[in-house]
Every structure is written in structure tokens, then in C-alpha cells.
């Protein structure tokens, strides 16, 4: 073992010194073979044909293999066309048997004459019904990889073959039309599964690793993949056009019930060491899962992806929120800070910059009997994060001048959070279901923060600021929802009333220091000039609002909804601050301190017409919602009012979608609705927050409410046939009194002040294209997108209008090549060009680079070894000022499966072998341009065991 970790470090120095072009070559080299492998494709026997009934009707999706006369081994397969026709190319020269299989029709099968053109032409096909009482028997003979039943494809997982304790990811993989990207998620017919449910049932929530990662492959009998109905849509009766894409397992019989886990520890370089471990047990009743990790490698161990595993039964459930009614109600106005961290879900903040250590433990349970559905879990983490930044921001004035600023830092942040999630649904009568939903968090910070920030105007003409900060923070909150709903006897009405409390507050303290040196300042007054001040902030909120529902048919296809919303929110902040003099006595600053007291209430009513027929819906509504925020504000507590805020709104708001799904697996889809978001809290707060002296944030009681109008048109499609889809959007927003940062800018000093307020007159286009192909069917696929959009953003400079306006071109491609069992290459790049204009200052317009590119290969090697290797190329490019970076990433694996079950595993890792690992970003915005680096975690190798337990042991029949 010893020589064999000399040899990675030996490795390592001499890759450290390739050349980027080398690095460049390797990616090429990859492309080169999957090139290669199509093109000697192409030289092999091309056979097709067509299927028809009795009647001379043509058989769409049917299922026609070929395979092998000794001993029925598959050797190729694929499903007919709308005429009936199917293809077969690239196929070896070999004996071969074709069958065609179609639910309800006698399996077809015959032995192939091969000829010696390199195209055989097959005679018609013709399948003949079977009566239904030889219905089950024919269907257990007929078994096929894939099938279509309705709108439903199904694979049989026996036909695909994988190695021995494979997972269940790695089936997918071998499944046509099915793609596992490099985050792990599931890209089913080039849309994202939502969803993932295991015999009918949610697991571990929607999109699931924990499952995909972990169960034995060998444990599954079929996948069947479909478009479920939104949870809306379940819960009225009434379809809403809204789809989930998503994916059911359907084990064994002899696997309904079992466990699953893997416990894994490793230690390495540089004293760098990681382990988690977890456990899950499932059956007919009951989930339960435990997980725990710690590492000092920036891995939280959880992405968005594990934490839907963990969740449970508790993702994704819409409709919990008890918001009737188009666009959600709108209801959702007590912010907690604008931080994940301030939510009540579980975290999965990103902590790959810096320099962290991490822990966490958490267990989740889940109960499902005689309509009674409860889940409930428990997350306990931590994380001691380090981050060294240096960031440059250059802001243009109007004047065709520009100065910069720069930010050398050092944050410490150590956080920990507890939270837990309840929730109960029960099914009281055929009529009758209520839901029962609690959260709870508690959570504390401590952040300390130094840094040296200069303002540049010329080698001559500089300000700096040092700034020593500290902050510890307490918080926690709470919320309770119950949702009622009744079916009527009458089949489509409906009806449906909640009420939820949501309560919050946090207390914290905090130390600014700061010294500053301004040049050109003729105030020796300023307050900003040097910083010692004591900060005592105390905020509270509590939200309480209930909805209403009733949906009454009006014919079979044309249905009648209505909604009421209410609500009401009371928030106060009591925030002092005291400057420390000389005596070290603190004295109240009047100008900072404020108490603030506000109260927003909201009423909505609104009414939608809806048809539904046939796969085509629409829905046309209308809604008048009242908004009435009134406040007032002292410099403390019971002190003298300084101002009041009492402003109501009342806005018409339309709504209108339509989704339209036909024959072929395609969908249309278009919409149009009308948005009002209020003022956060943050922004309506009138005091200064000066924490960073040189850019002083202030708020502006006077906001007015945002108006959005947002249009929006789809279209996608996906031929089982070919394994061809194709998606199209387009996205518009309209903004009236959009709220924005407007900027006062010291003309001597260049201190800003942002203050929040509102302009009319911004755009927002985003538009997708993404096509997915067969190069070679079920060996070499590829995967193309591009998202061009635009933006026109308005704000006030120094009481001046000005419009940026930004063109973003982004593209991508993505290539599979699984061409035998123990090779697969996964390949990439992306390219995007940010292009920024600026009104006042068309000298200073931007054009920002980003561009990557990937590979990923995993090799099986002889008794049981396998290699992965993970390359990833970043580069950031902006000409206007000099800056090209690039990041050279690549990670190597080696391991080995160990025992007969093979659930032990060996494994040798190297991250960063070139060690470039840095964190980079790049950004024009209304009157900048930035870039920043974050010193990151680089070069390390780690040597690990892991023990898997992958479900239940299949026993083999004989």
C-alpha cells in the first residue's frame, strides 16, 4: 500500500507540470474515441421492417428485438413508429432471431436469412389478438425490455445487464431514453425526474440517490416511467395540466422488505479525513432512515439531491402551504433574512469554498397505513468554515469616469442549526382529508470578519478602510399549518380552507470597527471617518393567514374555481447602537438606532374558469388583491414616532394558462399571470446599516409594492421509437415599480449608499432549446442545449436613470458512450458570453467568458478493480480588463470491490492533482463589473474503506 501511495505522489508531480495544451489533448482524446466508435459503426448491417394487425392498421410502440437462436440472449431492440416501422443499425453479422411483442397480440417471432448486402428488408409483420382468457399467460411469455402501456414506458430490468452488486444507478444508465448527469440527477426523454417513487410509493423524497445509489440492482423487476398529475391537481380532482415526470421502481416479491446503508472512513495528506454513514430500512409500512457525516474536505454531505433523499415523504408536497388559488396565493411575506440559513429546510448551503469542517446527524421516519400518512425528521449540523477572499469592483459614473474598489478578507463563520419537520395526512372518510404540518428551527451564528478594502481613483488618489467585525446571532421559529378538504358526492366539486401561524425571532450582538482614511473628505465630521460601535439587534414576526377553496363543475370538461386569501403579518426590529468613546463608555447613537413597528395585511379573492378534455386544458382567471402596510418608527422603543407609513394597494391581477398534450409524447404549453410582491421587511426598515462604512445600505418606508408581468410558451416532445426529444421555451417578464437598489455616490469619497426603491420599465427574456439523439442507439447518445436571454435593468445613479442592458449566450453538449459493460465515458462543455451595454457609458460595455468542459470515465479492471477519472476545465475570460483564469480540475479513483457479496470496497483517491483548485467569479451589473478568488481547499489524497449494504440478497432459483 505504501508503494502504491508513493506511486499517486510521484503521478501527481509529474502531471503538475503538463502543459494546459496537453490538459486539452486529454479532452480531445476522449471526444476522439467516441468519434471513433461511431464511425466503425457505420460499416455493419442495416435491417428494418414493419408491423401491422389483422386489419392492416399499423402498430405504434411495438416492441421488436433481436436475438440470439442459442440461447435467446437480447442482442438489439427497439419500438415502431406511428406507421408501424422499426430500424435496426450497426448490427453484427450473426445468426439471429427477430421478435415483436404488442399488449393484447401473440408474440411474433422467426429466424433471420442473412444477405450479403449490408441492408436486409423484412416482410410485413402480423400480429394477430389473443383471446383474453390466454391474456396472462401470453404476457408472461411475451416479456420485452420496453413496452408501452398507455402513456406509461416500461422497462423489463432483466433485459439489461449489469455486473454483479450493481446499483440501481448504474441500470439506469444502460436504460434507453435515460441519463444520469454529473450531479447524479435522472434525465428521463431530456427532462429532469421530479420524482422517484419505489412500488407506487414516494422514497426518501423526489429525486433520490439515497435509492438510485444504494439499491441492489439485481432487487428490481421493472421501471416504469410517466408524467404523474401535480399534487394540485390530486388533491381538487381537477387535472391542471401540470405534470411531474416521474419514475417507479417495482422491486421483487422476495425484496419488499429489507435495509440498506454503507458506513466509510478515510484519512490522508495534509491530516485531511472524511467519514459518513447511513442506514435505511423499509417495508409496506414504515421508512426509517439515520445519517451522519464529518469531514474537513468541504463536503457538507448533503447536495439538494441528498436532502430530498433524507426528507422523505415531506418533499415536495405542494399544496401544504394551504395558498389556493393561481400564482400561490401571494402570502408569503415574513422573510427570515434572505439566508437558507434562516429556513426551516434542511441546509445544503454550498461550503466548497474555503476552508471548512463539517458534522451532521439527522433521522427521518415515515408511516403509511390504512390512509394514514405520517413522516417526521430531526437535523442536527454544523460547519466551521474559513474563507480568504480578494475581490475587485470597478464602478462607472456618468461622467465617462470610473473608480475601483478592492477587498482583501478573512471570515470565519460557525454555525449550527437544529430543525425538525412534522407532518401528518389522514384520510378520515372517502370524503374527508385533513393535514397536519409543524416546523421548527433553532439556530446560532458567529461570524468575525477582517479585512482591508481601498477605494482607486488614481496611483495618487486612494481611500482605504480596515475593518474588524464580530457577530454572534441567535434565532429560532416556529410554524403550524391545517389543511381541511372535502370531496362532495358530486364528482368535481370540491372544497378546501386552512390556517397556518408562522412565528420567528432573533437576537443578536455584534462588534464594527473600523478605520477609515478618505481622500478628498471636507466634512471632519463624518461618522464614517473611524468605527467603534456595539450593535444590539432584537427582531421578531409573526405571521398568521388562512385560504379558501371551492371548485364546482359546471358541465363534465368545464369547471368553476374560487379562492380567498388572508392574511396578516406584525414584524418589529429594535435595533441599537452605541458608539464606544474613549472611557469605553457605550452612548445610544441616535442617527442608527431605530425601533420599527409594521404591520402588512392582505386580501385576495379570485375566481378561474377551467376546461379539461382530451388533453387539452385551460384556465382563465382573475383576482383583486388588497395590500395595506402600515408602520411606524422611533429611535427606541416607546420614544417620540419620527415617521409613519400607512399606504394601501388594490390590483387586478388576470391569469391564464394552457397546456395541451397529444398524440406522440408531445406537449404544448402557455401562459400568462400577473405578480404583486410587497416590500421585504429589510427594505422597508428606515435606518443605516453601516457595517461596511464604504458601502452604507439604508431603507426606504415609502416602497411600493412590485408588479410583474409574466408570459411564458413551451413545447417538447419524445419518440420512444428513436429515443429522439426535443423541448422548447420561452419566459418574458414586464416589471412596474420594480424594487431596486438605487445608488448615491460621493463624488469626493466614492462612498455609496444604497437604498431601495422603485422603477418601471424592466425586461427579462430567457429562452431554452435542448435537443437529445441516438448516434448509436443504446451505445452513443448526445445531448445539445442553448439558452440565449436578455435583460434590461433600470436603477437611479445619483438621481439618474440609467439602463444596462445584457445579452447572455449560453451552450452545452453532453455526450454518453457506453459501449461495453465495463467502459463508459461521460463528456461535456459549455459556453457562455455575457455581453453588458451600458446606457450612460457605452466606452465601458463588457463581454465576460465562461467557459468548461468535462469528462468523466469509469473502467472495469481485471479481478474486480476499477478506475475512475474526473477531469473538469474551467475558464473565466474578460478582455476589457485583462482577465483570463483558468482552473485545471481533475480527481482520480481506484478501487477495488472486496468479498463475495463484493459489498466491501477499497478506495484510493486523489483530488486537485494538478493543484489549481480555486474558486473564481466574474459579473457585469447595472454600473460594475466584478471579479473575486476565494482561497480553496486544493491537492489531497484520502485512503478509505466503505462497507455497503445494498438491500435484500436475491436467492437464484433454480
Given at each position: ?194 420524482k422517484v417513487t419505489v412500488d407506487g410509493r414516494r422514497f426518501f423524497g423526489g429525486n433520490t440517490k439515497m435509492a438510485t445509489q444504494n439499491l441492489n440492482a439485481e432487487s428490481i423487476s421493472k421501471l416504469q416511467l410517466y408524467d404523474d398529475k401535480s399534487e394540485q391537481a390530486k388533491l381538487t380532482g381537477v387535472d391542471d395540466g401540470v405534470k411531474e415526470k416521474t419514475l417507479n421502481v417495482e422491486l421483487k416479491e422476495e425484496a419488499k422488505k429489507g435495509g440498506f446503508g454503507k458506513i466509510s472512513a478515510a484519512g490522508g495528506t495534509d491530516d485531511r479525513w472524511s467519514s459518513n454513514a447511513s442506514f435505511n430500512k423499509f417495508d409496506k409500512t414504515n421508512q426509517f432512515s439515520i445519517i451522519g457525516y464529518g469531514n ?135 370524503t374527508n382529508t385533513i393535514t397536519l404540518t409543524g416546523k421548527g428551527r433553532l439556530s446560532s451564528l458567529t461570524t468575525s470578519l477582517a479585512s482591508l478594502q481601498e477605494l482607486i481613483r488614481s496611483s495618487t488618489e486612494q481611500s482605504q478602510m480596515e475593518r474588524d467585525n464580530q457577530n454572534d446571532r441567535w434565532s429560532g421559529a416556529f410554524q403550524a399549518t391545517a389543511i381541511f378538504r372535502h370531496k362532495f358526492k358530486k364528482n368535481g366539486r370540491n372544497f378546501a380552507a386552512s390556517i397556518s401561524n408562522t412565528y420567528s425571532k432573533a437576537d443578536q450582538d455584534g462588534i464594527q470597527k473600523s478605520v477609515v482614511d478618505l481622500v478628498n473628505s471636507t466634512d471632519p465630521n463624518t461618522y464614517f471617518r473611524n468605527l ?427
Amino acid at each position: 500500500m505504501i508503494l502504491e501511495g508513493n506511486l499517486v505522489f510521484e503521478t501527481a508531480f509529474i502531471i503538475n507540470n503538463i502543459t494546459l495544451n496537453k490538459m486539452k489533448f486529454f479532452l480531445s482524446f476522449f471526444l476522439l474515441l467516441a468519434i471513433t466508435f461511431a464511425t466503425q459503426a457505420q460499416s455493419k448491417l442495416t435491417i428494418r421492417g414493419t408491423v401491422k394487425d389483422t386489419t392492416d392498421t399499423p402498430l405504434d410502440y411495438t416492441s421488436v428485438l433481436l436475438l440470439s437462436p442459442q440461447d435467446s440472449a437480447l442482442v438489439a431492440y427497439t419500438l415502431t413508429n406511428k406507421a408501424g416501422e422499426y430500424q435496426f443499425k450497426n448490427v453484427d453479422r450473426q445468426p439471429l432471431l427477430i421478435k415483436a411483442t404488442y399488449m393484447g397480440y401473440i408474440p411474433f417471432q422467426k429466424e433471420l436469412n442473412l444477405p450479403e448486402s449490408d441492408e436486409l428488408e423484412l416482410e410485413e409483420i402480423v400480429l394477430i389478438p389473443i383471446l383474453q382468457e390466454l391474456y396472462e399467460v401470453v404476457v408472461k411469455a411475451a416479456k420485452a425490455p420496453l413496452m408501452m402501456r398507455g402513456d406509461t414506458l416500461e422497462y423489463d430490468a432483466s433485459k439489461f445487464k449489469v455486473p454483479p452488486g450493481a446499483t440501481l444507478e448504474e441500470l439506469l444508465r444502460k436504460l434507453p431514453g435515460m441519463q444520469i448527469d454529473a450531479d447524479g440527477n435522472i434525465i428521463a426523454q431530456g427532462q429532469q425526474v421530479q420524482k422517484v417513487t419505489v412500488d407506487g410509493r414516494r422514497f426518501f423524497g423526489g429525486n433520490t440517490k439515497m435509492a438510485t445509489q444504494n439499491l441492489n440492482a439485481e432487487s428490481i423487476s421493472k421501471l416504469q416511467l410517466y408524467d404523474d398529475k401535480s399534487e394540485q391537481a390530486k388533491l381538487t380532482g381537477v387535472d391542471d395540466g401540470v405534470k411531474e415526470k416521474t419514475l417507479n421502481v417495482e422491486l421483487k416479491e422476495e425484496a419488499k422488505k429489507g435495509g440498506f446503508g454503507k458506513i466509510s472512513a478515510a484519512g490522508g495528506t495534509d491530516d485531511r479525513w472524511s467519514s459518513n454513514a447511513s442506514f435505511n430500512k423499509f417495508d409496506k409500512t414504515n421508512q426509517f432512515s439515520i445519517i451522519g457525516y464529518g469531514n474537513n474536505v468541504n463536503q457538507t454531505g448533503l447536495s439538494w439531491d441528498d436532502l430530498q433523499e433524507f426528507r422523505g415523504s415531506s418533499a415536495f408536497q405542494f399544496g401544504d402551504t394551504g395558498d389556493f388559488g393561481f400564482n400561490g396565493g401571494g402570502m408569503s411575506f415574513i422573510s427570515f433574512g434572505g439566508d437558507r440559513e434562516e429556513s426551516f429546510e434542511i441546509p445544503f448551503n454550498n461550503l466548497s469554498s474555503g476552508f471548512s469542517n463539517n458534522q451532521a446527524f439527522g433521522v427521518n421516519y415515515n408511516y403509511l397505513k390504512d390512509k394514514k400518512d405520517f413522516s417526521s425528521n430531526y437535523f442536527y449540523s454544523r460547519s466551521d468554515q474559513i474563507i480568504e477572499s480578494f475581490n475587485s469592483r470597478t464602478t462607472f459614473l456618468e461622467d465617462e469616469t470610473s473608480f475601483t474598489s478592492t477587498d482583501k478578507s478573512k471570515q470565519n463563520n460557525v454555525a449550527g442549526h437544529h430543525r425538525v419537520n412534522l407532518r401528518f395526512q389522514n384520510e378520515l372518510d372517502s370524503t374527508n382529508t385533513i393535514t397536519l404540518t409543524g416546523k421548527g428551527r433553532l439556530s446560532s451564528l458567529t461570524t468575525s470578519l477582517a479585512s482591508l478594502q481601498e477605494l482607486i481613483r488614481s496611483s495618487t488618489e486612494q481611500s482605504q478602510m480596515e475593518r474588524d467585525n464580530q457577530n454572534d446571532r441567535w434565532s429560532g421559529a416556529f410554524q403550524a399549518t391545517a389543511i381541511f378538504r372535502h370531496k362532495f358526492k358530486k364528482n368535481g366539486r370540491n372544497f378546501a380552507a386552512s390556517i397556518s401561524n408562522t412565528y420567528s425571532k432573533a437576537d443578536q450582538d455584534g462588534i464594527q470597527k473600523s478605520v477609515v482614511d478618505l481622500v478628498n473628505s471636507t466634512d471632519p465630521n463624518t461618522y464614517f471617518r473611524n468605527l467603534d460601535q456595539v450593535n444590539e439587534a432584537l427582531n421578531s414576526s409573526n405571521q398568521f393567514k388562512t385560504s379558501l377553496l371551492f371548485v364546482e363543475p359546471i358541465k363534465k370538461t368545464l369547471f368553476w374555481e374560487s379562492f380567498y386569501n388572508f392574511s396578516l403579518s406584525n414584524s418589529e426590529t429594535d435595533r441599537k447602537v452605541y458608539d464606544v468613546e474613549a472611557s469605553d463608555t457605550p452612548e445610544l447613537n441616535p442617527d442608527l438606532s431605530r425601533f420599527f413597528d409594521n404591520t402588512i395585511t392582505y386580501n385576495r379573492l379570485g375566481s378561474s374558469i377551467r376546461y379539461a378534455n382530451k388533453g387539452s386544458n385551460l384556465s382563465v382567471g382573475l383576482a383583486a388583491s388588497n395590500y395595506n402596510l402600515n408602520g411606524q418608527f422611533s429611535v427606541l422603543k416607546d420614544s417620540e414616532t419620527l415617521g409613519t407609513v400607512d399606504k394601501n394597494y388594490l390590483n387586478l391581477t388576470p391569469n391564464l394558462s394552457f397546456w395541451k398534450t397529444m398524440k406522440g409524447n408531445k406537449r404544448l404549453n402557455a401562459g400568462y399571470s400577473m405578480g404583486v410582491t410587497p416590500p421585504s421587511i429589510s427594505d422597508l426598515q428606515p435606518f443605516k446599516d453601516i457595517s461596511n462604512p464604504l458601502y452604507i445600505r439604508e431603507g426606504n418606508p415609502d416602497l411600493k409594492p412590485e408588479v410583474a408581468h409574466s408570459l411564458n410558451a413551451g413545447y417538447n416532445m419524445y419518440d420512444p421509437a428513436t429515443f429522439i426529444n426535443f423541448q422548447f421555451s420561452l419566459n418574458s417578464t414586464f416589471y412596474e415599480s420594480q424594487v431596486v437598489q438605487n445608488q448615491t455616490i460621493d463624488p469626493e469619497t466614492f462612498v455609496t449608499t444604497y437604498k431601495a426603491g422603485n422603477v418601471s420599465g424592466g425586461q427579462r427574456y430567457y429562452s431554452y432549446i435542448g435537443f437529445g439523439f441516438p448516434i448509436v442507439k443504446t451505445k452513443f447518445n448526445a445531448f445539445i442545449n442553448a439558452n440565449p436571454s436578455y435583460t434590461k435593468s433600470l436603477t437611479l445613479i445619483n438621481s439618474l436613470e440609467t439602463e444596462t442592458n445584457t445579452f447572455s449566450h449560453n451552450f452545452r453538449v453532453s455526450l454518453d458512450l457506453t459501449p461495453l459493460e465495463w467502459f463508459n465515458l461521460y463528456a461535456g462543455t459549455s459556453f457562455r458570453l455575457s455581453k453588458t451595454k451600458y446606457e450612460q457609458n457605452p466606452s465601458q460595455n463588457q463581454d465576460i467568458i465562461n467557459w468548461n468542459a468535462y469528462t468523466n470515465m469509469n473502467i472495469k479492471l481485471p479481478k474486480n478493480f476499477y478506475l475512475d477519472v474526473k477531469f473538469n476545465y474551467n475558464r473565466y475570460e474578460n478582455e476589457s480588463f485583462g482577465f483570463d483564469q483558468e482552473v485545471p480540475i481533475m480527481n482520480a479513483f481506484i478501487y477495488k470491490l472486496l468479498g463475495e457479496a463484493k459489498k466491501w470496497e477499497v478506495r484510493l483517491s486523489a483530488y486537485d492533482i494538478f493543484k489549481q483548485n480555486q474558486t473564481i467569479s466574474q459579473y457585469a451589473g447595472q454600473n460594475f463589473v466584478s471579479t473575486g478568488r476565494i482561497e480553496t481547499l486544493s491537492r489531497y489524497f484520502l485512503l478509505g474503506v466503505t462497507y455497503n449494504m445494498r438491500g435484500i440478497e436475491i436467492k437464484k432459483r433454480r
